[in-house]
């Protein structure tokens, strides 16, 4: 899942704790086959809500005294809605987390580290990618089994590429590849551009840039931001040339429509988007035949953004046991085998076959591949914080208010100041 939330954390964190404090979850766990319960379980993504409720029914089928009660909040609300009731004492017990904001949770009790559990289970780890088990775990303890993953590629425009007699991109092309196709599919005139240099702290566009040129957005032990580094100013430049050179929008343009939105009306030829976007792009009228994807291009190395959802169970739950089992059984091969076939990329290895089948139209395994140069996606405990102050001080280089190293150095010196509050 490629969202990230800014929520108001730092007070958030506060009234998290607070509530935790009062937290009945370190209560001995009761034996998960001997009381009739239901389980509340949290999501965010209407077109996942039937293989929820699936996996939710194969369950119960294997523990017929568990009940899954599926809870589908769109993302718009769901953060909201979840803050509410975690404050309130009244969090679900399984909900979805994602990499931005697991920090904050788990750094102020509100979900279960799951450590004794997969230890007492013999819960192989080992079977999802390692970046992602990275990903949700604090203070060295895994806090949940990744559901899902998701890498980014170029989606293309095969028609504007003929058109224009510029060779599909390569599965070892480069940045100067990139661009050298950009600057010839591009026609400003004619509103269309080889590609679209969003700014966005989501996952598909400059943290890719910046791993690819060597830079960090965040030291590994989250207390520096990479921003003032020599490598990462080269990833974002990457983007602002683009705009300069006129081979993609200005920002107002892709405020005012969104690039996915560009894209699907021809009017873009490259698109930095996730392996999410296969279904979209499947059912849509104008791109269903007409695009196809690619690896990001290789800067000083090839390099993608890893994200992906895991099941976290409530540190309130009132069933700890059904809970783990119910999560566990969520990142297990047969639950990978169903979500292959109806969702998203599985995150088990080994299981991804079906997504790759479900659409042999799309050149789906180049998100799979993807997964042996793959880097997490960087969080903090207050990853919103400094997501905001990325949009502010890198709108000034996406606009040409600021060269961009300028505005770079000014985000690195306001992100150190978030960070040292944590």
Request: hydrophobic share 40%; aromatic share 12%; net charge negative.
């Amino acid at each position: 899942m490629r969202k990230s939330a800014r929520l108001g954390a730092a007070v958030f964190g506060v009234v998290l704790a607070v509530s935790a404090c009062s937290a009945g979850g370190d209560e001995p766990a009761a034996t998960a086959g001997q009381e009739k319960v239901t389980l509340s379980y949290a999501m965010w993504d209407n077109n996942q809500k039937p293989v929820m409720e699936e996996l939710g029914k194969a369950f119960t089928a294997a523990h017929p005294n568990i009940t899954v009660n599926v809870q589908l909040t769109p993302w718009e609300g769901y953060w909201t809605k979840l803050k509410a009731a975690a404050t309130g004492g009244a969090a679900p017990d399984v909900f979805w987390m994602n990499g931005p904001n697991f920090q904050l949770y788990a750094s102020n009790g509100v979900i279960r580290p799951l450590e004794e559990e997969i230890t007492k289970d013999k819960v192989d780890l080992s079977v999802y990618p390692k970046p992602l088990i990275d990903l949700y775990t604090f203070d060295g303890k895994h806090f949940g089994l990744p559901k899902d993953m998701d890498t980014i590629g170029v989606w293309y425009n095969k028609s504007l590429f003929d058109a224009k007699k510029v060779p599909y991109p390569a599965d070892d092309w480069t940045w100067s590849d990139f661009n050298e196709a950009a600057a010839k599919l591009s026609d400003p005139a004619k509103g269309v551009y080889g590609t679209a240099a969003q700014l966005t702290s989501f996952q598909e566009y400059q943290y890719n840039t910046i791993d690819q040129a060597g830079g960090f957005v965040i030291s590994p032990d989250g207390k520096k931001s990479g921003y003032d580094n020599p490598q990462t100013i080269e990833g974002l430049r990457f983007w602002t040339d683009l705009i300069k050179n006129k081979q993609s929008p200005d920002l107002k343009t892709m405020t005012d429509t969104f690039p996915l939105q560009l894209f699907e009306a021809g009017k873009i030829a490259m698109y930095w988007g996730g392996s999410w976007n296969v279904s979209e792009f499947a059912k849509n009228d104008y791109t269903k035949d007409k695009v196809d994807v690619a690896p990001l291009p290789k800067g000083q190395k090839q390099a993608t953004i890893i994200h992906g959802v895991a099941n976290v169970v409530s540190a309130k739950t009132g069933h700890p046991a059904q809970a783990w089992e119910f999560v566990k059984f969520l990142g297990s091969k047969q639950a990978a085998d169903i979500l292959g076939k109806k969702g998203p990329i599985p995150a088990y290895n080994g299981t991804q076959s079906a997504w790759v089948a479900a659409h042999p139209e799309f050149k789906l395994q180049t998100f799979l591949d993807a997964v042996a140069y793959a880097a997490p996606f960087p969080v903090s405990k207050n990853t919103a914080a400094w997501n905001e102050a990325e949009l502010t001080y890198l709108t000034k280089a996406w606009t040409g208010e600021e060269p961009v190293e300028k505005a770079a150095a000014e985000l690195a010196t306001a992100m150190n100041a978030l960070l040292a509050k944590e």
